[in-house]
């Protein structure tokens, strides 16, 4: 069965600094990989998605993540924290032959320091 | 387009009682997911429908959980008779197309039993 997992539970990072938030994936063959983000008390909106092709992935926000097959990862990062990136985030993995179903991992929540 | 549409968006009811809550998913979508939220088990899938039929409930935790989908445009998860662990926030998504896992959600619906 595929599993995603998110070490950390928390992060703290000063507004300005860079972020990156770790995603390792359990799963047999390539994986669809997706990064979520939920603002307190909102529904979850795609940051980005990678399904094949170039590793390196951008998204919305100014956010971008990189699929490395050999390590199962695909860490999310961004340069420079806004406060408004604090939020609790999600990375996800589905396959086609699971019907469009999405695993996701614990989330991260993000504080971001003034 | 309106996005995923969820009501009520909170719910306070009395343990015993029945519940309902109500989706409408993005127009034109043939993929529709309920999740439940909470912060002991994170966010976990319940059901899933493709074109108005139930493909997966292997989530529903038990039978006081029933959905429906009577129509492409809407979708309803009831708990019958509620109970105070079913306290939560509960999320419809909705997705369009075999093999894309991108999923749109809505706001959820914060259910409290007291």
């Known amino acids: 069965a595929q599993s995603v997992t998110q070490p950390d539970i928390h992060i703290t990072v000063s507004e300005g600094a860079s972020l990156e938030l770790r995603c390792n994936y359990s799963y047999g063959a390539t994986p669809y990989l997706f990064w979520y983000v939920q603002s307190p008390g909102q529904g979850l909106q795609l940051l980005l998605k990678y399904f094949s092709g170039d590793t390196l992935v951008q998204g919305i926000k100014g956010f971008e993540a990189e699929f490395k097959r050999s390590q199962s990862s695909f860490n999310l990062r961004k340069p420079s924290v806004h406060w408004s990136d604090a939020a609790e985030y999600f990375c996800a993995v589905g396959k086609v032959a699971a019907g469009n179903k999405l695993t996701f991992g614990g989330g991260t929540r993000v504080l971001v320091k003034p | 387009d309106a996005g995923v549409i969820q009501s009520p968006r909170h719910e306070v009811t009395e343990m015993g009682q029945e519940v309902t809550l109500r989706c409408k998913p993005i127009s034109g979508h043939d993929y529709l997911f309920w999740y439940r939220q909470t912060m002991m088990r994170g966010l976990e899938l319940l059901i899933y429908f493709n074109n108005n039929v139930p493909i997966d409930d292997s989530g529903m935790p038990e039978d006081r959980f029933s959905a429906k989908m009577p129509n492409a445009s809407f979708s309803t998860l009831k708990i019958q008779p509620s109970e105070p662990r079913d306290s939560a926030v509960y999320f419809c998504?909705?997705?369009f197309g075999r093999g894309n896992n991108e999923q749109f959600f809505g706001p959820g619906t914060r259910l409290t039993v007291l």
């Open positions: 998504a909705s997705s």
